[in-house]
């Protein structure tokens, strides 16, 4: 079963936009919620982080919102630019082994 | 300062093949992984390594078997390929596993036929 569920699975935002991606988790014992940016043919590069005891955390364009009752948390992205089409992974990590658990990524287009 | 460094870059398997994914990072992490990306279903790990000599199943662990040689390296090994596990492989590595960046390598294209 999907640990962390992300949505949507693809995002078209124009120039100068806020592009916002969703994710959703169940297990209580993640206590450390990262985003990771992927460019084609290329890793994934760490974001931005958020620990739970936080509900909202921004550097520069790009902020984490966390709802921890909901068990949610997001990201967004103001004054969207076309350098920041890529894909966008949430991710949670247990803290009773430390896995590194990750949604199933949302492809952004920012057009021009 | 490499970082994590994957090989081979790309592969093609016969079905019932064998083969080894090598990863390496020189960063002196404690915890690396595993991980296949396929479309609509993100990053998915395989396995996981807390540490030297350790290993641990994760969510999609069938099919493979990994070999934690030292600090520094972290195979992955499928014994039978089946087209099902064409994919994008990916290690990673952290220096521990609880609130720090995890580095990916590049991947490794891996295709069964």
């Known amino acids: 079963q999907q640990q962390v569920k992300q949505s949507p699975q693809s995002l078209i935002v124009q120039k100068g936009g806020i592009s916002i991606i969703n994710c959703a988790y169940e297990n209580t014992a993640f206590d450390y919620f990262p985003w990771y940016q992927q460019f084609p043919g290329k890793g994934p590069a760490l974001l931005i982080a958020?620990?739970?005891?936080?509900s909202e955390k921004k550097e520069g364009r790009f902020t984490i919102s966390f709802n921890k009752s909901a068990k949610q948390f997001s990201l967004h992205i103001m004054d969207s630019q076309p350098g920041d089409s890529a894909t966008y992974f949430c991710?949670?990590?247990?803290?009773?082994?430390?896995?590194?658990?990750f949604g199933q990524g949302t492809e952004l287009s920012v057009k021009p | 300062n490499a970082g994590v460094t994957q090989t081979p870059k790309f592969q093609v398997l016969k079905t019932g093949q064998s083969m080894t994914l090598q990863c390496a990072q020189d960063m002196n992490h404690n915890s690396m992984y595993w991980y296949r990306q396929d479309p609509g279903m993100g990053l998915r790990l395989i396995y996981y390594s807390a540490s030297e000599g350790t290993t641990d199943k994760g969510e999609v662990p069938n099919g493979y078997n990994v070999s934690r040689l030292n600090k520094r390296e972290f195979s992955l090994r499928l014994e039978s390929a089946a087209p099902s596990q064409t994919s994008v492989y990916f290690c990673a590595s952290s220096p521990q596993g609880r609130g720090t960046e995890a580095f990916f390598g590049q991947g490794t294209r891996l295709t069964v036929v």
């Open positions: 991710a949670a990590v247990n803290n009773q082994g430390g896995k590194l658990i």
């Open positions: 958020i620990r739970p005891d936080v």
